[in-house]
């Protein structure tokens, strides 16, 4: 399809751009960071309207560089539903109040965008411009409050080490290319199917190309800037970083590894596997003696990374439908938590997780969402992050993975050791008096919509499994 | 469709714990007044199942089954049979009366009800749930309200407790929920079904079914608990506020050896075999090594804790013997000892609340200046040590005898353990009620009203199984017959 054609499957993105020029706009008018987070959610909201109206476009669009299929589509939503979250936090957030609010919404739109276009990639070369505009806008993001030392060392991390493995990924882009003559993934994957290619050759420019991928997804060992990085970063970034890159980053996975490259499977399943244990691994047994919460969620997020790609290990269908499950819940889990330590933040003042002392006291509500999102992400039935556990561990005893499926367990237990640390400071320790102020109504919303996120995908999971189940690239 | 029953029981006292949340937390007589008044419902509903049961019926009764999510084939699906009815009266009995007992919890009342309704909830869900993924759910449910329950108004090692508890528990439910995911698989129609599973035991090679039978045990033996996954118990039940502690004895250990009778020996018939001496020695190993360490202990709870390793260790043995004797001892000695620990540790409790202190060397002559009290203790002790005509010795007797049919050499050994169990509970009755009168306990007050309603209907029931034992037996009788038949037991 052409390019005039194809304008109307993007008007989600279009939206997008547009408001977030009009926010830029608003802001040398309103100093108000209200007015701009309502303008920026209702970009959102729309953008939402217009892709969940339309159709999946019938073929690839631009000249074969993106492809609006029901299979981007569900990530797009994602990542618009993690972004219309975010912006909710931020709106709540304290440490954001006078600086520079059209700038900050205005690199969350894009950052946005750039994951849309990210997830819908049908091109090598696409997948590594839309890698770049996220990777630029996150790392503005992230050195927002810019007095911060912390900040400006995660920004400055985040940056090298993003530059460095778009650097190794662009290598296995022009390997790949050497070996196929184009970055058409469509072209790839039916030269593939044809065979007579050296499947060495093919195979090393896969794995310089998931470097660039483990990066977002914070595998190992491209996990390392996680931590600083969550910890430097204003929380409701975090919040974004933790899970919006996470999202284009596996789309990106299943997209052209388990589509595109699929003839490869028995070559690259050993490799995710043997990613999939260290990510786990290290992830949980490094979280347990964290004492400042966002990186004890830095590290748990790069263990629940480990667990999504189980499902990729697997590479049935139902490992497949068990990793999309599993990043849906994950999403709602780990804002929720996000968005409780931002509310919790703003009267403790740290994020230390012996601060939390008997913060059931203080704040009752926040308390109990935080206990509730964390129970999730340790996967404690009926919650969400149980279910989706539950069929990442299917896949894997499908496809006769038990080793994986045994080391996968014994993860979960570890990880409930520190989730239920932060649970036991909140309700089980003694308060330290404070007073508790008040909780602004945005991130109320927030939370709401987490807290029955997880609720109901734990509860009544059919709907979004037939919605799951129904997807396609 | 018919009244839907064992939803009722089930979810009555959840029901009750988010009234209990609406209630202002300054009202404690109210918050009180309904937790007691939805965990009596539901205690009332069994109640009615035991009138209603049909003892001609070896099938499920009461089913109810609706579609959860059809993507995976997982069911709603609930039914008792003469194998959980028990238990489940059991449970709804020790929920009402322990609910009753902590009308003395004196802080966070609100917190402590609701979290309390929702364990019952999950406990209730256990002994009727027959998909294996809702067993699972309600198994886990479990877990969240201990842990709080055990970690706010435990003791001084409250928090190392819960989380020990805590952990070892979804450690082990880890392998039984990949178990249940094997199964899942391996089955033709594949499906959570735990019925449809049992009737298709046979399509499963001995090879797959001993390495699921391995990782259910995991997950049922650290709830038994069998030695050497039973450290969490002493731990838990020593910090735990009294009547935590009474579920904790009277109804989650109750959940492994159930889980036993329900899945692993129906599903696994060929494993269960393989394993049978190995559960014989396992049972050996409890009644022996619990009773032991029940004597050199000092902490009154610590005592009673260690005992119910020791009497556990004869659910395992009867199970182990594959007879109608042994099995109808294993799950009728589930019952008893439910009953019996739950009523020791109201008992510890009520001490502890005007001494406090567990020290049983601290104590001494309170025979005479709490009679009633005494009296209490020295009839759960006898029926705690097996003596005839009380409840304990019934269930004793009937797993040693079914054991002794099948493994001679263990059971003489296990037959040992009795002798210790009488020892240390004497022992016990004499440091406390015996000798000259501790000068520091004079003032101490005998058994009040609350405590004696508690203790009362259990009592009762010590006293009738012990007389009449087949008035417990009738109702499990056909369906463990049935089971045997299935599993090629010895009808003895």
């Not at chain 1, 993690?82 to 969350?108: D, K, Q, T």
């Not at chain 2, 059809?70 to 009995?93: E, R």
Request: overall charge positive; hydrophobic content about 55%.
């Amino acid at each position: 399809m052409n390019s005039t054609e194809s304008l109307i499957y993007i008007i989600p993105e279009l939206l997008l751009f547009t408001f977030s020029l009009l926010v830029l706009a608003l802001g040398a008018l309103y100093k108000n960071r209200n007015i701009l987070g309502v303008v920026s959610l209702s970009a959102v909201g729309l953008a939402a309207l217009f892709l969940f109206k339309s159709h999946s476009a019938p073929g690839p669009l631009f000249f074969n560089l993106l492809s609006r299929d029901s299979f981007s589509q569900y990530f797009c939503g994602l990542t618009l539903l993690c972004a219309f979250v975010v912006i909710l936090i931020s709106m709540g957030y304290r440490l954001l109040s006078e600086r520079y609010p059209a700038e900050y919404y205005f690199l969350i739109l894009n950052a946005a965008a750039a994951i849309m276009l990210l997830v819908s990639s049908n091109n090598l070369l696409m997948v590594y411009v839309s890698l770049e505009m996220l990777s630029l806008t996150s790392c503005i993001l992230i050195s927002f409050l810019r007095g911060d030392i912390f900040a400006s060392e995660s920004a400055l991390k985040y940056f090298i080490f993003g530059a460095f493995s778009s650097a190794i990924m662009l290598f296995g882009i022009s390997y790949a290319y050497g070996i196929f003559g184009t970055t058409d993934l469509s072209q790839i994957s039916r030269l593939l199917s044809v065979g007579s290619l050296n499947n060495y050759a093919v195979f090393t420019a896969l794995v310089f190309i998931l470097a660039g991928f483990a990066f977002k997804c914070s595998l190992v060992p491209f996990h390392m800037w996680a931590p600083d990085v969550y910890q430097g970063a204003p929380t409701p970034i975090t919040a974004f970083i933790s899970v919006a890159p996470k999202i284009a980053g596996f789309a990106l996975l299943l997209r052209v590894f388990l589509n595109s490259f699929a003839s490869l499977t028995l070559h690259w399943s050993g490799l995710f596997t043997l990613i999939s244990i260290l990510t786990m691994t290290a992830g949980n047994l490094i979280a347990v003696s964290q004492t400042n919460i966002k990186r004890m969620l830095a590290y748990s997020s790069i263990a629940h990374a480990g667990y999504i790609l189980i499902g990729l290990a697997v590479g049935t269908p139902l490992g497949i439908r068990a990793a999309v499950f599993y990043i849906f819940s994950y999403l709602y889990m780990n804002l929720g938590a996000f968005a409780c330590i931002v509310l919790i933040s703003n009267s403790i003042k740290s994020d230390n997780i012996e601060d939390y002392a008997g913060c059931y006291k203080r704040e009752p509500f926040s308390a109990f969402f935080l206990a509730m999102f964390l129970l999730s992400l340790a996967g404690i039935p009926p919650l969400a992050g149980f279910l989706a556990k539950f069929l990442v561990f299917a896949a894997a005893i499908q496809a006769k993975f038990v080793l994986l499926a045994v080391i996968a367990a014994i993860n979960s237990a570890i990880a409930l050791y520190y989730y239920a640390k932060v649970i036991k400071y909140i309700y089980l320790s003694e308060p330290q008096i404070k007073e508790a102020v008040p909780t602004p109504l945005p991130l109320q919303l927030a939370l709401l919509i987490t807290l029955s996120g997880i609720f109901i995908i734990g509860l009544y999971p059919h709907p979004f499994l037939r919605w799951i189940t129904a997807l396609h690239f | 469709m018919n009244f839907p029953i064992l939803s009722s029981i089930v979810f009555l006292p959840l029901l009750g714990g988010l009234i209990v949340l609406l209630i202002p937390k300054n009202n404690v007589r109210l918050i009180r007044v309904t937790a007691g008044v939805f965990t009596f419902a539901s205690f009332l509903l069994s109640s009615l199942l035991l009138v209603k049961f049909n003892f001609s019926n070896t099938a499920m009764q009461f089913s109810e089954r609706l579609s959860w999510i059809p993507a995976i084939n997982i069911w709603y699906h609930l039914g008792v049979d003469g194998i959980s009815l028990g238990l489940l009266f059991l449970t709804t009995l020790l929920s009402f009366l322990a609910c009753i007992a902590s009308f003395g919890i004196d802080n966070r009342q609100k917190e402590y009800f609701f979290l309390y309704l929702l364990l019952s909830t999950g406990m209730l869900g256990v002994f009727v749930a027959l998909d294996l993924f809702l067993f699972y759910v309600f198994w886990e449910v479990v877990l969240v309200p201990m842990y709080f329950l055990i970690g706010i108004w435990g003791g001084p090692r409250k928090e190392y407790a819960a989380i020990k508890f805590f952990i070892y528990t979804l450690a082990g439910s880890l392998f039984m929920l990949l178990g249940i995911l094997a199964l899942y698989f391996a089955s033709p129609q594949k499906t959570f079904n735990i019925l449809e599973l049992a009737a298709n035991s046979s399509t499963f090679t001995l090879g797959f079914q001993i390495l699921v039978f391995i990782a259910f045990y995991l997950g049922f033996a650290v709830k038994v608990p069998v030695f050497p996954f039973h450290t969490w118990l002493p731990d838990a039940h020593v910090e735990a506020p009294t009547p935590i502690s009474v579920l904790l004895a009277g109804v989650l250990l109750k959940m492994g050896g159930y889980g036993f009778l329900r899945i692993s020996f129906p599903i696994l018939k060929g494993a269960a075999h393989y394993f049978a001496f190995f559960f014989a020695v396992m049972g050996a190993i409890n009644i022996v090594y619990g009773a032991y360490v029940a004597m050199a202990q000092t902490d009154f709870k610590k005592m009673i804790a260690y005992s119910s390793v020791s009497h556990m260790g004869f659910v395992m043995l009867g199970l182990a013997s594959f007879t109608l004797t042994g099995f109808n001892g294993a799950l009728l000695q589930m019952f008893n000892h439910g009953i019996i620990a739950g009523s020791l540790f109201l008992l510890v409790g009520v001490l502890y609340d005007r001494a406090h202190t567990r020290d049983l060397d601290k104590f001494g002559g309170l025979g005479a200046k709490v009679p009633v009290y005494a009296g209490l203790l020295s009839v759960f002790s006898f029926a705690s040590l097996g003596l005839p005509g009380l409840a304990g010795f019934v269930s004793e007797f009937m797993s040693l005898l079914g054991g002794f049919y099948s493994f001679k050499l263990i059971t003489v050994i296990s037959v040992l353990g009795l002798i210790i169990t009488a020892g240390y509970f004497i022992y016990m009755l004499q440091r406390v009620l015996l000798g000259p009168l501790n000068e520091k306990w004079k003032d101490m007050a005998d058994i009040n009203k609350r405590e004696l309603f508690t203790l009362t209907p259990l009592l009762i029931i010590v006293v009738l199984i012990g007389i009449y034992p087949l008035l417990a037996l009738k109702y499990q009788m056909p369906a463990l017959k049935t089971l045997i038949e299935q599993l090629g037991g010895k009808l003895f």
